[in-house]
């Protein structure tokens, strides 16, 4: 009976060959039916034909010559289908449903030939079971080889899944930078994933950091757009332009809901916001629209286009592009969120520092605040000019330990402080010690909340009548100062090349440096010596001299060269802050550097008068023709009258309170200020007198004939000044 249904099989087999293209197309009418998402595509459904066939002949001719069929090799179409099925995301237990269905129409078309053809019911009924157990081990064999193959093409789109997303970790967000960040996108999604990526930023979020305007026409910058091209394709939109898409086009829709969208397109139905104007040059069939969605914030829109690869886009894709347009989108808002602190920080900062440079005749000065370039975000580094009495001027340079907004908020209290302590002419060590204790006094409020608060400070006084520069240092580092090659000063003599060079000597001073402020407990220490006219004096934050390619030494050799060099050349203030931070500084400064350049002035010894006072009250009268002959040698005599009552009062009031020695020095500059030194350390206040009182209405009188008076202490005493305007 074997070898009767094995020929009658065989015989069978041969007569039906010709009809294998035939039987093709019935079976695939048949899983066209039960599948119709399979043959969507048309290249897919041609080669689905040819594979249909291929099997059906394949089948036939090893029931034609008794194959062993669990030997039989998948035919190569069969194989390439796989792949097909694999690239473009049909899921597997799909493709082994076209093969049961494929398998049982086979069946039963044989079923119907045997029953026709068969005289013999035993024999019909045992090549009919035959023909079964044959197609299930020709059906197992040929989808174990399928499957393998399919298998490999799917393992390979994971692994390059896979390398598209750890590419994606590692190129993008190197930055905190908006637009660059999106660069990196689009540079990702166009190496191996789409033939175009573009990057749309809501122009809100690049301009002021601002959430999702109006959702029915939300206007949008191209940020970045990249191709596998050479340039990117025709675009309606060029790179950095504005624009808008129609409130009833895909991507308005994407960016109003927040879903992204998976777009087949055909050559004859391109959107108007794809298409490039003129004759399309480029065959868009598939593209990916992404919102890039961030913390509750909408911020743009990312599209993936294919043109020249020929495999659409399929779920899995969409699934890779939203898993790395969500990750660019942190990275877009990251940066978003620090150039908007940032900003804050630095506009904080820099309407802190002095707008315009002060009004005073002993020093010509410049100064430059550049925030850093680094991630770190804008510090604490300040400057200021402070004018004092007598023509003197304070200059200041300070850094708060800390960046963002709590460190320039710091520094705006600590500059306040300062210049509240300058008001009241303390002596720079006494001056930062009050500092000190303000800084401990913020750690002291704000320890639960930010953490401790620590900052360094130089505070510097120069006098231009004597020439004399006080300095002390709270953990600051010490000015730079270069004087005039035809005077070396105090700071040092000149080196002999120097001087052979006609170059003025730069110096560091030995300063003592006191402890930052904020440790307390320590004192500080104030140093002085005279400068020659025409000095400049550098005062800087650490920013200025450390850097990652040079050692703190080579840097402070380059500062004092750079400042002798400008000395010599007698450049402005100006320049001279231009030369170092050209010389010092990278394109980007790893910190923030606050610099102020100062050249001393000399006050013209015409312009002070002195005179020793014994401590007798018949000493008053002649005080007061002093002052009357002085200010008529001035050409000042019509303010001889209110300068006359002014010392009267004073040095009445240093002899009857103080101790000797007493001194009156009248100054001219851009005011008249009247001093009346004495060795008592005690200072008056002004009070106001009851009516039988016999004192108590000289400092009032001295107030109301003065535009300005103050006390300044000293190591040996105190200073009562007055001054008045010029007429």
């Not at 105090?490 to 090349?497: F, S």
């Amino acid at each position: 009976m074997e070898k009767d249904v094995s020929a009658f099989l065989g015989r069978l087999a041969h007569d039906l060959r010709p009809r294998s293209d035939q039987w093709a197309g019935l079976l695939m009418e048949q899983m066209r039916g039960e599948l119709p998402e399979l043959w969507q595509r048309a290249d897919l459904a041609q080669r689905a034909l040819s594979e249909t066939a291929d099997h059906v002949t394949a089948f036939l001719d090893a029931l034609e010559h008794g194959r062993d069929v669990t030997e039989v090799q998948a035919p190569p179409a069969a194989l390439e289908l796989a792949r097909g099925f694999a690239e473009v995301g049909v899921p597997l237990s799909t493709l082994l449903r076209t093969y049961r269905l494929g398998h049982v129409g086979l069946l039963q078309l044989l079923q119907d030939e045997v029953t026709r053809f068969a005289d013999d019911q035993r024999l019909a009924n045992a090549a009919t079971l035959r023909l079964i157990k044959t197609g299930f081990a020709y059906v197992d064999q040929s989808s174990e080889q399928v499957v393998a193959t399919y298998q490999e093409v799917r393992d390979r789109r994971v692994q390059r899944r896979l390398m598209i997303t750890n590419e994606a970790s590692r190129r993008i967000g190197t930055t905190l930078d908006t637009v660059r960040t999106a660069e990196e996108l689009a540079e990702v999604g166009a190496d191996g994933f789409a033939d175009l990526a573009t990057v749309d930023i809501l122009d809100s979020v690049l301009q002021d950091g601002e959430q999702l305007p109006p959702a029915d026409a939300p206007v949008l910058r191209r940020v970045a757009q990249r191709s596998v091209l050479d340039g990117c394709p025709d675009s309606p939109v060029a790179t950095d332009e504005r624009h808008v898409y129609a409130p009833d086009s895909v991507p308005a829709e994407v960016l109003a809901t927040g879903r992204p969208v998976l777009l087949p397109i055909t050559a004859s139905d391109a959107p108007p916001w794809l298409a490039s104007p003129g004759p399309p040059r480029f065959g868009y069939h598939s593209v990916l629209l992404l919102p890039l969605y961030a913390r509750g914030t909408t911020l743009g829109l990312a599209q993936f286009v294919r043109h020249r690869t020929p495999t659409p886009f399929d779920d899995d894709d969409l699934l890779l592009a939203q898993d790395i347009a969500a990750r660019a989108a942190l990275y877009i808002d990251n940066a978003r969120r620090y150039t908007q602190e940032r900003t804050t920080a630095l506009t904080l900062q820099r309407s802190l520092l002095p707008q315009r440079p002060v009004e005073q005749s002993a020093v010509d000065t410049a100064a430059r605040y550049l925030p850093s370039g680094s991630r770190a975000g804008v510090g604490g580094d300040w400057y200021d000019v402070i004018p004092l009495s007598g023509g003197r001027v304070a200059l200041v340079v300070g850094d708060v330990v800390g960046r963002g907004l709590h460190a320039a908020a710091t520094m705006g209290r600590l500059r306040t402080a300062v210049r509240a302590f300058a008001d009241i002419d303390l002596m720079p060590d006494e001056l930062l010690t009050h500092l000190d204790d303000v800084v401990i006094r913020l750690q002291r409020e704000e320890s639960r909340e930010d953490g401790e608060i620590s900052a360094t400070c130089l505070y510097t006084i120069y006098d231009p009548a004597t020439r004399l520069c006080s300095l002390a240092s709270a953990g600051h580092v010490p000015p730079a100062v270069a004087t005039p090659a035809a005077d070396t000063g105090t700071t040092g003599a000149a080196p002999a090349e120097a001087q052979k060079a006609g170059t003025a000597p730069a110096d560091l001073p030995a300063l003592p440096i006191g402890p930052p402020l904020g440790l307390g407990g320590l004192p500080f220490e104030t140093a002085q010596w005279e400068l020659p006219e025409g000095s400049l004096l550098a005062l800087y934050t650490d920013g200025l001299v450390q850097s990652r390619t040079r050692d703190l030494d080579a840097s402070l050799t380059l500062l004092s060269d750079t400042l002798a060099r400008a000395s010599q050349s007698s450049a402005s203030p100006d320049e001279v802050c231009e030369r170092l931070l050209a010389t010092m500084l990278p394109a980007r400064p790893s910190d923030d550097v606050a610099l102020l350049v100062a050249r001393t002035r000399a006050l013209d010894p015409g312009h002070v008068a002195t005179l020793d006072l014994p401590s007798d009250p018949a000493a008053v009268s002649g005080a007061r023709r002093f002052a009357a002959d002085t200010l008529g040698s001035w050409g000042l005599d019509e303010l001889s009258f209110t300068t006359e009552l002014i010392v009267s009062e004073l040095v009445t009031n240093a002899i009857r309170y103080g101790k000797p020695p007493v001194h009156l020095r009248l100054v001219l500059d851009s005011a008249l200020t009247c001093e009346v030194f004495d060795a008592n350390s005690t200072a008056p206040h002004m009070r106001r007198a009851r009516t039988f009182d016999e004192g108590g209405r000289g400092l009032l009188l001295v107030a109301q004939c003065a535009e300005r008076w103050g006390t300044r202490h000293g190591r040996e005493g105190k200073t009562i000044w007055a001054e008045q305007a010029l007429p």
